[in-house]
């Protein structure tokens, strides 16, 4: 460990080392820059500062790969531990000043909010000590801040099979694609549509960087491939991409848990040929139930549908 010592001694920022975890995790500066939201360059500088600062040189980079050095490995080993023990003492802090255990749940905007009264009742029956603290966010800041521990648990749609195996799942519903267009569109007062109708349109896709597992979850259920439909237009977060349809910038897939948001905006028509649906979950990783204590994960699990 005198590598992560040294780096420890000196300017090194926690939030460089979980890049590197990250980095490590994935193998992919692409990736990685698009996961913590920042240029490949800047994930560059970043990497090469704390490779500057304990003197010895983590990744191997050519061409078609990134790898890790022997002392990439053993620093990635050693730099886990480190940025766990920083949060469970931050988690430790927060919980002295709050007087009780903090559980940080991140949910999925409308896709989580009625459920999750139930979910905190489950988690105050388990431990009369934790204070659960919610964020609404977006999918891909969601998952960004689930993988780097930023927050404990989430409510989301399972459609990234790229978390693998660390990660626990509760399910605890499903949700289905609905086409969305302006209320005066052609195809508005249509009972349904099907993905050929959708593919004689403009269609607005999720931004590949900032959702890139609900990009590629899209393209899926589009048969993109098999249709020849390309993006017309991109959006970052749903409020912008309801403007975006509403302006007539084009047609969209959306979850059907938005219509209630937004219905009196904008169309939404079920399609008669997509068997496309997902599952909401709640999702931790598995460590976290060893830092906040309780019967909270038993609790959540008897919620399963």
């Known amino acids: 460990m005198q590598f992560l010592h040294k780096a420890i ?5 926690i939030e460089h080392l979980k890049e590197f975890l ?3 995790s994935n193998m992919s500066f692409t990736k990685t820059s698009a996961e913590t ?3 490949q ?3 560059s500088r970043h990497i090469a500062a ?8 983590l990744f191997i980079r050519d061409t078609h790969h990134v790898r890790l050095t022997e002392i990439g490995k053993a620093f990635y080993e050693d730099s886990q531990i480190t940025v766990e023990d920083f949060d469970r003492s931050m988690r430790h802090v927060e919980s002295l000043k709050k007087r009780g255990e903090i559980l940080r749940i991140g949910y999925l905007y409308d896709a989580a909010r009625g459920l999750l009264p139930l979910i905190s009742e489950a988690i105050l029956r388990s431990n009369s000590n934790i204070v659960p603290e ?3 966010l977006e999918y891909g800041d969601l998952m960004q801040r689930l993988r780097q521990r930023q927050i404990d648990l989430c409510v989301t749609l399972d459609i990234d099979p790229d978390l693998g195996d660390s990660f626990c799942r509760v399910y605890i519903g499903r949700d289905t694609y609905y086409a969305t267009m302006p209320k005066d569109h052609e195809l508005a007062g249509r009972e349904s549509v099907t993905l ?3 593919s004689k349109q403009p269609i607005i896709f999720p931004d590949p960087k900032a959702m890139g597992a609900i990009n590629a979850y899209y393209r899926r259920a589009l048969k993109a491939s098999e249709y020849g439909i390309e993006p017309a237009a991109y959006y970052k977060d749903i409020p912008s991409l309801a403007y975006q349809v509403e302006c007539g910038m084009g047609l969209a897939l959306v979850f059907r848990h938005h219509q209630e948001r937004y219905g009196d905006r904008i ?3 079920p399609i008669a040929d997509l068997a496309q649906s997902c599952r909401v979950c709640i999702m931790w990783d598995k460590r976290i139930e060893n830092v906040v204590q309780g019967s909270w994960v038993q609790e959540l699990r008897a919620l399963e549908k």
């Open 9 to 13: 001694g000196g300017a090194m920022q």
């Open 22 to 24: 990250l980095l490590a």
């Open 37 to 39: 939201y920042q240029t």
């Open 41 to 43: 360059s800047t994930l």
């Open 50 to 57: 704390i490779e500057e600062e304990i003197g010895a040189k």
């Open 134 to 136: 919610y964020q609404a």
């Open 196 to 198: 050929e109708d959708l």
């Open 267 to 269: 169309a939404f028509v």
